[in-house]
């Protein structure tokens, strides 16, 4: 049964904290994405990687940063938590064009 | 820029009965696939459909069906025959040339029985 495991389904955090947000998957996937969920505006990319230690930003990568050191995991880093980054995270991966990508339980963020 | 449009925020179907949720596309790629997930109130994300843009049969998957009309760019997920348990988010997704997703804003479907 494949699956995506995300370190935490709710987190709370003061705002200046560095965050790490965790995502492992067991399909020996090289695609991997970090989303974020908002209420009526669906989800966006901020990062993903096609493979280790390879990432590219997408479409709001300010104020986060990634980490993928193992195929298996691609982490995601608040380098200085703020309230506007409270959210729905949600870790994905895929095994390439076409396919569809497989979604962690998502981690919800609340930065006070 | 790509993008897909959902304008239903919010749709309400009776039990039994089919329901239409719709989904736009911008593109001028000839290449490209459309997904359609569900999110229940849990919180995770459901493949439900796929549909490639060469394909000429509308995709289908048990009670979900795809229909597909490239002309309009539109790719409306049907749900037939409505469970409760079919109360959730929507979300339609596209695909150009990268195995990247851009998603709409989702539609809250509620059934009633």
């Known amino acids: ?112 | 820029a790509q993008k897909i449009t959902q304008t239903q925020p919010g749709m309400f179907v009776q039990e039994k009965e089919a329901v239409t949720l719709d989904c736009t596309y911008d593109t001028s790629d000839q290449s490209y696939g459309l997904f359609w997930y569900k999110q229940p109130s849990s919180g995770e994300m459901i493949f439900l459909i796929y549909q490639g843009s060469y394909d000429e049969q509308n995709a289908t998957e048990g009670r979900y069906s795809l229909n597909f009309q490239k002309a309009r760019k539109s790719a409306n997920l049907v749900i037939s025959a409505s469970q409760l348990g079919d109360s959730a988010m929507y979300f339609c997704a596209s695909q150009y040339n990268t195995d990247k997703l851009i998603f709409g804003t989702g539609t809250r479907l509620q059934v009633f029985p």
């Open chain 1, 1 to 112: 049964d494949v699956k995506v495991t995300q370190s935490s389904r709710y987190l709370v955090k003061r705002t200046g904290e560095k965050v790490f947000l965790e995502c492992v998957q067991d399909m020996d996937h090289e695609n991997m994405f970090w989303y974020r969920q908002d209420p009526g505006l669906g989800l966006r990319l901020i990062y993903f990687s096609y493979d280790v230690k390879m990432k590219e930003k997408g479409d709001i990568p300010e104020g986060y940063s990634v980490s993928r050191e193992k195929k298996e995991r691609f982490s995601l880093i608040l380098e200085s938590a703020s309230t506007n980054q409270t959210s729905m995270y949600l870790c994905a991966s895929t095994g390439g064009i076409g396919y569809e990508q497989y979604f962690g339980p998502g981690t919800r963020l609340t930065v006070t």
